[in-house]
Nanobody, 123 residues
Framework: QVQLVESGGGLVQAGGSLRLSCAAS????????MGWFRQAPGKEREFVAF????????YYADSVKGRFTISRDNAKNTVYLQMNSLKPEDTAVYYC????????????????WGQGTQVTVSS
């Protein structure tokens, strides 16, 4: 019943920008913290960004800090990831996740996951 659906991925040149969206349904959206993770071929899933249920707290992986911005619109049940100054190493499948507690950087603590959206950054 709960579903998270990512969109906005695609092909972009290095230095370009993309905005990912994650639309949630089947849960009380504003009651959940939201995170973005990514996974590249042959690599483990890694934390990208986090936003608390109210939007008052955000955290980022060092690798994306200053380039990516996470935000949420609770009225629209949607979380966003604005990605600027993209690098080839940002290429991965990006997943959004929902959870109500735990270590935000650890994918294992999240309850719900989307299916992912592919981001490919060319050099």
């Amino acid at each position: 019943q709960v579903q998270l659906v990512e969109s906005g991925g695609g092909l972009v040149q290095a230095g370009g920008s993309l905005r990912l969206s994650c639309a949630a349904s089947g849960l009380t959206f504003r009651g959940y913290n939201m995170g973005w993770f990514r996974q590249a071929p042959g690599k483990e899933r890694e934390f990208v960004a986090f936003i608390s249920w109210s939007g008052g707290n955000t955290y980022y992986a060092d690798s994306v800090k200053g380039r990516f911005t996470i935000s949420r619109d609770n009225a629209k049940n949607t979380v966003y990831l604005q990605m600027n100054s993209l690098k080839p190493e940002d290429t991965a499948v990006y997943y959004c996740a929902a959870g109500d507690s735990g270590a935000y950087w650890n994918y294992r603590v999240y309850e719900y996951w989307g299916q992912g959206t592919q981001v490919t950054v060319s050099s």
